[in-house]
């Protein structure tokens, strides 16, 4: 079966840097033309740095070392009307949309975290999903796939605490609505030929789990924790030996399902977390 993407436009989001531009780039090199579409720019809640216009711009020159097209746009998606006028103008230039991957995400972990993080990563990791699938479905006809970037978080029991902060809730809780939206949304998609499908990966290296506040929830003993003595505690999270799976990790994940290798396929929820879910017995399995 065909998993070359010949042809076809990918809509990405969260694509200046991290997972986002690893599936960009890696759907380019199998024939795709890009959507990039990122933020670049700094949520106040988010107690990390975020993508910047260089970054959205590095995506772009190395879609463009492909010899593919791309077009890249800032855009917020909690704002539809930017999200909007980004998808309609770069969608009436290509002509087609193909694919849309779903994966701008954030993660603010820390006790200092005020309580509307919660609330704001919410809008960001699930309105922001429902607003790229809305805007992008009027574009899409039979054939065409989506892929929700989840998290292992999904399947697992909240993880919320006074230590973790509420953006740990806001996050479970974002992670397990898109699953769910995920199933729901491919079984009223199913008829038009549409396939809608989710990946929850296991912890991935990216800027998202590098950075001080993680390092000092993981290691509270420690007055300034590097990665060196956190590394055991992420690869205790999962059951394979790894610390950090690789954005590309991923993308392979992404690529079968967004290929015609995949064409009846649809409402799955595809975990590639390292065994990090091995103790969660699946539905109708007796413990």
Same mark, same amino acid.
């Given at each position: 079966?065909?998993?070359?993407?010949?042809?076809?436009?990918?809509?990405?989001?969260?694509?200046?840097?991290?997972?986002?531009?690893?599936?960009?780039?890696?759907?380019?090199?199998?024939?795709?033309?890009?959507?990039?579409?990122?933020?670049?720019?700094?949520?106040?809640?988010?107690?990390?740095?975020?993508?910047?216009?260089?970054?959205?711009?590095?995506? $772009?020159?190395?879609?463009?070392?492909?010899?593919?097209?791309?077009?890249?746009?800032?855009? @917020?998606?909690?704002?539809?009307? $930017?999200?909007?006028?980004?998808?309609? @103008?770069?969608? !009436?230039?290509?002509?087609?949309?193909?694919?849309?991957?779903?994966? !701008?995400?954030?993660?603010?972990?820390?006790?200092?975290?005020?309580?509307?993080?919660?609330?704001?990563?919410?809008?960001?990791?699930?309105?922001?999903?429902?607003?790229?699938?809305?805007?992008?479905?009027?574009?899409?006809?039979?054939?065409?796939?989506?892929?929700?970037?989840?998290?292992? !978080? #999904?399947?697992?029991?909240?993880?919320?605490? $006074?230590?973790?902060?509420?953006?740990?809730?806001?996050?479970?809780?974002?992670?397990?609505?898109? #699953?769910?939206?995920?199933?729901?949304?491919?079984?009223?998609? $199913?008829?038009?030929?549409?396939?809608?499908?989710?990946?929850?990966?296991?912890?991935? @290296?990216?800027?998202?789990?590098?950075?001080?506040?993680?390092?000092?929830?993981?290691?509270?003993?420690?007055?300034?924790?590097?990665?060196?003595?956190?590394?055991?505690?992420?690869?205790?999270?999962?059951?394979?030996?790894?610390?950090?799976?690789?954005?590309?990790?991923?993308?392979?994940?992404?690529?079968?399902?967004?290929?015609?290798?995949?064409?009846?396929?649809?409402?799955?929820?595809?975990?590639?977390?390292?065994? !990090?879910?091995?103790?969660?017995?699946?539905?109708?399995?007796?413990?």
């Amino acid at each position: 079966m065909n998993t070359r993407l010949d042809g076809k436009v990918a809509l990405v989001t969260g694509a200046a840097r991290g997972q986002g531009r690893s599936h960009a780039v890696r759907m380019a090199e199998l024939g795709a033309d890009i959507i990039a579409i990122d933020i670049c720019d700094q949520i106040t809640t988010v107690n990390y740095a975020m993508g910047t216009p260089d970054d959205l711009q590095q995506t $772009a020159t190395m879609v463009d070392a492909t010899g593919r097209r791309v077009i890249a746009r800032i855009a @917020d998606v909690r704002s539809r009307d $930017a999200l909007q006028a980004a998808i309609d @103008d770069a969608v !009436a230039q290509f002509g087609r949309l193909d694919i849309v991957v779903a994966n !701008a995400g954030i993660s603010p972990l820390g006790p200092e975290s005020p309580s509307v993080t919660w609330l704001n990563t919410v809008s960001v990791n699930l309105g922001g999903v429902i607003n790229t699938l809305e805007l992008s479905l009027p574009h899409l006809e039979a054939g065409a796939s989506i892929v929700c970037i989840g998290s292992m !978080a #999904a399947f697992m029991p909240s993880f919320e605490s $006074a230590q973790a902060g509420p953006g740990a809730g806001g996050y479970g809780h974002s992670k397990r609505a898109v #699953a769910r939206l995920v199933n729901d949304l491919a079984r009223h998609l $199913a008829p038009k030929g549409i396939r809608v499908n989710a990946i929850h990966p296991g912890n991935v @290296d990216t800027a998202m789990v590098h950075h001080d506040e993680i390092y000092r929830l993981f290691r509270p003993d420690l007055e300034k924790p590097d990665y060196d003595d956190v590394k055991h505690v992420f690869a205790s999270l999962h059951a394979m030996p790894v610390d950090l799976l690789a954005p590309e990790d991923v993308t392979e994940a992404v690529l079968y399902l967004v290929s015609d290798a995949a064409r009846y396929v649809t409402g799955q929820q595809l975990r590639v977390e390292a065994g !990090a879910l091995l103790n969660s017995v699946p539905p109708g399995v007796p413990d």
